[in-house]
Nanobody
């Protein structure tokens, strides 16, 4: 079955860390750029980060720059989002998605989505 499976979410105190994983099943993750997105209750989906398939270039939203790190291990068919110095405003459901490139453009579509991982930052 072709799918992306996320893991690693949970409850963490402010200032803590979590690492999300995004593992591809039945397709080669290395052929795709991988983006991480998040959606908090009552808010629109937000782009968080992206890593390209070609040269590993990375992109971050200003809200997470310096705190989050995206990476990929194509041999393990997995991408990661390391989240440090977490804040309550980082609380959201986090999704990964496979796409042709990180650049946004009109009519862009995403090939595969994960099911989402809840991240809650609270004391």
């Amino acid at each position: 079955q072709v799918q992306l499976v996320e893991s690693g979410g949970g409850l963490v105190q402010p200032g803590g860390s979590l690492r999300l994983s995004c593992t591809a099943s039945a397709f080669t993750l290395g052929y795709y750029a991988i983006g991480w997105f998040r959606q908090a209750p009552g808010k629109e989906r937000e782009d968080v980060s992206c890593i390209s398939s070609s040269d590993g270039s990375t992109y971050y939203a200003d809200s997470v720059k310096g705190r989050f790190t995206i990476s990929r291990d194509n041999a393990k068919n997995t991408a990661y989002l390391q989240m440090n110095s977490l804040k309550p405003e980082d609380t959201a459901v986090y999704y990964c998605a496979a796409q042709d490139e990180c650049r946004d453009y009109p009519g862009k579509t995403y090939d595969y989505w994960g099911q989402g991982a809840q991240v809650t930052v609270s004391s």
